[in-house]
């Protein structure tokens, strides 16, 4: 050995022996505080949602009235208390659809393509239907969120679920 070799066990002086000195029966005792205190933590969120009440509130938003959608057109919205964009879609048949309008894939932009009866996602070519929300094409791995469409006289209103705690 040469003295470069001696250097660094100057600078830490460590004997091996001394380096392990975590034993087996030391670290069961780690991994059972560690799965104890999963399971404890898992049992107070599921206690929590056991007990807690919470109860689904359906709100109704007037989006508009139906002389300010021509046939084939769409209105984008967004629901009150919130800032996720919403699409309104008048067919060709007449009716009114509403969803999400962001690709359940990378949450890119949809829109109607008129006279096709499908919502498309241009990014990666995904296609939706516009009756369902359920894919038709693409990579997206979900249909898109719908609301429920109510026609009142000539005013358009969307129902959708709130969730209050009790």
Known sequence: MNNEDKHWKKDFPI?????????RRDFAKLLRVISGGMVLGNGIIASKAFLSKEQTVFEKQKICNKKDIPVGG???FVLANEEVPYI??????????AY????TH???AVYYKPGTMKIECPCHNGYFDVKTGHVLQGPPPRPLKKLEVIIEAEA?????PKSTTI
């Open 15 to 23: 004997n091996r022996s001394e380096a392990n000195q975590v034993s």
């Open 74 to 76: 769409t209105k984008s």
């Open 88 to 97: 309104l879609i008048h067919t060709e048949e007449g009716q009114f659809y």
């Open 100 to 103: 999400e309008q962001k690709c």
């Open 106 to 108: 990378l949450s890119c």
């Open 156 to 160: 358009i209103f969307v129902v959708h």
